[in-house]
């Protein structure tokens, strides 16, 4: 039974084991296997080893955690030059994209969520990619009106929404950069045109995705040279990137928007055979960074903030805590926290399908999703012992009632995660995506054109109702991604978001609650074991002891399916003590500060 207070009732507690037992659960970290990066510097092989014996880096003025070490040496070397935040993310973004590039880059889209040292206010900035004017809610139906298979959909320029990274860039940089714009692609452009050794990560994804890569003449010649994926330790430059770069840090990001860059990318994504899309010259020229209010919820006395609509993060991270805030949740080892985590999560992934899409062109019950009285009433339903039977969309207070069908999208896991803290106070936390593993599988001047349309819902009606997340011309597709600033006392305390498709919800949820409940450190929290569930089965994560939850989960009326969960959480917690750094281990990622 449990203990808790909600709406003036109240029924049992139940404490649990805390936070040591997770410490001892952290998987085996990606650095066992030799990277190559631990020659790169004295800093870098401490902060992989660090990472390695599950602890957290620390550090006094500043800190950057990345995807990549390579990227991450580029932000702190800006940092140490005393460059803002949004000036070392443009150095780490641009260096991924070399680096990194199955996963985000010029050709995708982000979100940023900063906190601003001096005014202590919080601004969300969208450069979600958008789907072309030529783009109809029958996109991705078949001529009988059938969805089309996930792949037939990526693969080609069918899927390619308008880029938003190099705007998001520059916004970022005309609102809070300190350094002078140009210098900051330096770092990319020297190691594309001397060249980098392919990591393990990459080889692993290439070799993995050979078939699909090989279907297009510059990305097979580029990850396939002779036929043959490149391996591990191969060195690897590209010139393109580096020009593109060079022409981005002379002209600013308008240049990638409005010259032959964008036809190139038009002609690319129209003259994808077998799978064309509908992107014109205009739709690049119209592209806009838009600004958005923060979405925050407050939970056990700190405030959660992340990213709105078209953004379901922020919405459905805050519901979850929002749910669970009248219950106290046991250490990672109990089954009863995975019923509380697992149902609360259900119940907002249900109110996701049903209500979260582009508010600019659906009329959405933001207030009403968040209130603490719907969510009150929605805990309730948590106060069981076992497993909800069924779970359904809640009806949230609607200013404009509309009636939206659940939708259907398929997301598979990619994307990167940038964390930092800069000496001015500042904390920046954007995730950045290109969707799927090697996006679009499109390449154009040395870097891969996202997939991201694929992130609408197939279908754009059921029984003659409208899916909220259709594809409409303009419209941003749904997102999962969470990057998140947690405050307390309206100072960051935690700066944390991952990839992992539609799991980053449950990733990012779990991490701020080991971290907030259960008193871990960052290293250890981005390290704790996963149970996620969405809408269906409960995902526990292969080779740790949540394997060990399975018959408990199951008793309790789960199905359990046991997979790898492969998170990329990037974390920094800043405290009395000073700035501490946490990098997944299930990635090549590093913290590194000073
Ligand atoms: N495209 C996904 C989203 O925007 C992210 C993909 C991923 O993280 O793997 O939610």
């Not at 933001?366 to 009285?373: T, V």
């Not at 969510?375 to 207070?397: F, H, I, M, Q, Y």
């Not at 940038?418 to 500042?426: E, F, K, Q, R, T």
Request: overall charge negative; glycine content about 12%.
């Amino acid at each position: 039974m449990l203990n808790l207070r909600l709406g003036g009732l109240l029924a049992v507690v139940l404490a649990g084991p805390m936070a040591a037992q997770q410490a001892a659960d952290a998987v085996a970290p990606e650095a066992t296997t030799s990277t190559g990066f631990e020659s790169m510097s004295d800093a870098v092989s401490a902060a992989m080893a660090a990472k390695a014996d599950g602890v957290p880096v620390m550090a006094q003025d500043w800190m950057v955690v990345a995807a990549n070490p390579h990227a991450v040496e580029a932000g702190a070397e800006v940092l140490r030059q005393g460059g803002t935040a949004a000036d070392a993310m443009i150095a780490v973004q641009a260096v991924l994209g070399l680096v990194e590039p199955q996963s985000s880059g010029l050709g995708g889209g982000a979100f940023l969520v900063w906190h601003d040292g001096a005014t202590g206010e919080i601004t969300t900035l969208d450069g979600r990619e958008t789907a072309p004017m030529a783009a109809t809610p029958r996109l991705f139906l078949d001529e009988e009106g059938a969805p089309l298979s996930f792949f037939d959909a990526v693969v080609g320029g069918r899927s390619v929404g308008v880029p938003g990274t190099p705007a998001l860039l520059q916004a970022a940089h005309d609102r809070w950069g300190k350094a002078a714009w140009g210098g900051l692609f330096d770092p990319a452009i020297s190691l594309a045109e001397q060249g980098f050794a392919v990591s393990p990560r990459l080889a692993e994804l290439i070799a993995g995705d050979a078939g699909r890569l090989g279907r297009f003449p510059d990305t097979a010649a580029y990850f396939l040279p002779n036929g043959a994926p490149l391996a591990a330790g191969d060195m690897l430059s590209n010139q393109p990137y580096a020009d593109v770069l060079r022409r981005i840090a002379q002209d600013g990001a308008d240049v990638f928007y409005t010259s032959d860059i964008a036809q190139d990318i038009v002609a690319r994504v129209k003259g994808a055979e077998g799978n064309p899309g509908v992107m014109e010259p205009v739709d690049l020229a119209i592209y806009k960074v838009k600004e958005r209010p923060a979405v925050c919820v407050e939970y056990r006395a700190h405030e959660v903030c992340g990213m709105g609509p078209p953004s379901s993060g922020a919405l459905t991270v805050g519901q979850t805590l929002g749910m669970l805030e009248s219950f106290e949740i046991p250490g990672a080892a109990d089954a009863e926290t995975w019923r509380l985590i697992g149902d609360a999560s259900r119940l907002a992934f249900a109110d996701r399908e049903r209500y979260m899409a582009d508010i600019d062109f659906v009329p959405m019950p933001l207030k009403g999703l968040l209130s603490p009285e719907y969510l009150a009433e929605r805990a309730l339903l948590l106060t069981g012992d076992d497993a909800l039977p069924e779970v359904s969309a809640g009806t949230p207070k609607f200013e404009h009632a509309m009636l939206w069908a659940p939708g259907e999208s398929i997301e598979f896991p990619s994307t990167s995660h940038i964390s930092i803290v800069d000496g001015y106070g500042n904390a920046l936390s954007m995730t950045t995506t290109i969707e799927n593993g090697f996006g679009s599988r499109l390449m154009v001047h040395g870097f891969l054109l996202n997939n991201e349309l694929t992130d609408f819902s197939f279908r754009s009606h059921v029984d003659g109702v409208p899916v909220a997340n259709r594809v409409e011309p303009g419209k941003r597709p749904r997102s999962s991604m969470a990057p998140t600033i947690v405050r307390k006392d309206g100072a960051p305390v935690l700066v944390l978001g991952s990839p992992g498709g539609s799991r980053i919800i449950g990733y990012v949820t779990q991490a701020i609650i080991a971290w907030i409940d259960w008193g871990m450190d960052v290293q250890q929290a981005v390290a704790s074991p996963h149970g996620v569930n969405r809408f269906g089965p409960f995902d526990l994560e292969a080779g740790t002891p949540m394997e060990t939850l399975g018959p408990d989960l199951e008793l309790l009326g789960y199905e359990v399916s046991v997979t790898e969960l492969n998170s990329g959480l990037h974390a920094i917690s800043v405290g009395p003590d000073g700035l501490q750094g946490g990098a997944d281990p299930r990635r090549e990622g590093i913290a590194l500060g000073e």
